[in-house]
């Protein structure tokens, strides 16, 4: 364990992969408070991965409106073009049936 991981001084990514972490382990609902307090970080602001988790948990507890608006606003952050498709498929409304 490196000294920034025992002090609990990780990066961004480190941050937002340990809140992931949480709600997989916890469920959904583990993972907003953790989420909510590094959105309130200007660092992580601009990071595509914080408004994909912050999409992923509501996703998994059926809030589909949030969820699609935070893949949205990451689809927008990311410079990778297969990032972008794959959060701008995550951020659309599902196709109905019988179309």
Known sequence: MTAAHATGAVGTVGAVFRV???SMAWGPEAGPAPVDALAGDPAPRSY????SV???LPA???RTD???AEFARAA???R???ERAM???RAEPPAREGR
Do not use: F, I, N, Y
Request: hydrophobic share 30%; glycine share 12%; charged share 35%.
């Open 87 to 89: 959060l701008t498929d």
């Open 76 to 78: 927008g952050l990311t």
């Open 48 to 51: 595509h991965l914080l408004p």
């Open 66 to 68: 949030e969820a699609r």
């Open 60 to 62: 998994r507890t059926g």
């Open 80 to 82: 990778d073009a297969r």
């Open 54 to 56: 912050r999409g992923d």
């Open 20 to 22: 992931e972490s949480v």
